[in-house]
């Protein structure tokens, strides 16, 4: 049997490191053909001598010098750059593409990856953030599957096979609600870098276990499951779910509710994107139904946790919004992790950076360019304000 042959866009990132130790599991069938990673150098090469692929590329060419003594003497091409993310993906022997890095900067590589017919197992929810509309269409134009990769995407994803495109009444996307559930806004105010990176239930990257604690990330998740599923985002539903066990729901027009479960575990939902429609074993941990013997529910906080509204309004407005939205969250995610502005200033943030920058309609691949980087600009700019107070104060 041909083994599949994945490449790994961000390798030595959460969601990339597990991806590894999936195919670790069944080098049988899957195979890395490339790996890609921005600055972990270090831990690229660990990867690169342990799996052999054919090409890595360091994305921040600085690194590439290192990289390459490293492995020369290893069959193993080296490329640097932003450009060769987009050429490595296009190269034809490669089946699958994983998306896993973060941010805007997996948008474009995925645009080339899927323009080149490759199939998608998608973790970079952002990339249908910024420009959902135009990928669905590339998608769709191209006949290029693509493959959920986040937990309550796979699960929304698992529960609608063998429903011979049943309509969806309703999603119901789940969140744990992360650490600071039951913090009041006084408590909020004052929340450490350190207390929103310790997340209670998965083991992430920074950003995303921020973006975790904001509830922003499950706000990115409606927007992702919006063009996915190819529902509006009045048919979707937010539920805090503080036990993790159901990673999502799909309620049909009989009022009928299917639900995917399971020990938040991200090797589960990668490993059915890379082996999908196949259920392979996996190492790991099963739902003993006689510990969780209690699942509880709860609406989201909108007035504490106003990224979640900030979202829903994006994408009520459509066009470059939520291009905006992105551009100006990454802005405030990494101004938080450098103690430069306190938890709830990121929300101020992307509130006057939504109102700031020009709305676009119909936007190009040009035009979504062009917004993230005005976008950035004035987050950066009202970021600098706002940590001027902060100092101040």
Not at 7 to 19: E, F, K, V
Not at 65 to 92: C, F, M, T, W, Y
Not at 102 to 113: E, K, M, N, R
Not at 371 to 390: D, F
């Amino acid at each position: 049997m041909k083994k599949r042959q994945i490449a790994i866009l961000g390798s030595t990132g959460s969601i990339g490191t597990q991806a590894l130790d999936v195919i670790k599991q069944h080098s049988d069938c899957l195979e890395v053909y490339a790996l890609t990673a921005n600055n972990q150098a270090d831990l690229l090469i660990h990867q690169a001598r342990e799996f052999l692929p054919d090409t890595v590329v360091i994305a921040n060419e600085t690194h590439y010098i290192k990289v390459k003594e490293a492995l020369q003497d290893l069959p193993i091409k080296v490329r640097a750059g932003v450009e060769s993310l987009n050429h490595v993906v296009e190269s034809e022997p490669i089946d699958m593409v994983l998306t896993a890095m973060v941010g805007y900067s997996g948008l474009q590589p995925t645009i080339h990856a899927i323009c080149a017919g490759k199939a998608i197992a998608l973790a970079n929810k952002e990339t249908l953030v910024i420009a959902g509309e135009l990928i669905t269409k590339l998608a769709i134009e191209h006949q290029t599957p693509i493959l959920p990769v986040d937990s309550e995407h796979s699960a929304i994803f698992q529960c609608l096979l063998g429903e011979n495109n049943n309509p969806i009444d309703k999603i119901l996307l789940t969140a744990s609600g992360g650490p600071f559930r039951k913090f009041s806004l006084e408590q909020l105010q004052s929340v450490t870098k350190k207390e929103a990176l310790q997340h209670p239930n998965w083991t992430m990257g920074a950003k995303v276990t921020i973006d975790s604690a904001s509830l922003m990330n499950k706000g990115f998740e409606m927007i992702e499951a919006r063009w996915l599923f190819d529902v509006q985002a009045s048919q979707i539903q937010v539920l805090v779910h503080p036990q993790s066990i159901i990673h999502s729901m799909v309620q049909f027009q009989d009022t009928s509710v299917k639900a995917q479960l399971g020990m938040p575990d991200m090797h589960v939902p990668i490993q059915y994107a890379l082996t999908y429609p196949n259920r392979l074993p996996l190492a790991g941990e099963a739902v003993d139904f006689t510990k969780f013997n209690q699942l509880t529910f709860e609406e989201p906080d909108t007035q504490r946790f106003r990224n979640l509204s900030f979202a829903f309004e994006a994408i009520r407005q459509g066009g470059n919004m939520p291009c905006i939205l992105n551009a100006a969250n990454e802005i405030a995610v990494a101004a938080f992790l450098r103690d430069e502005i306190g938890f709830l200033a990121m929300s101020e943030v992307i509130e006057q950076t939504m109102n700031a920058v020009p709305f676009t309609a119909d936007p190009t691949l040009d035009n979504y360019i062009y917004t993230n980087e005005i976008a950035r600009a004035k987050a950066t700019e009202i970021m600098q304000k706002l940590s001027s107070i902060k100092i101040k104060n």
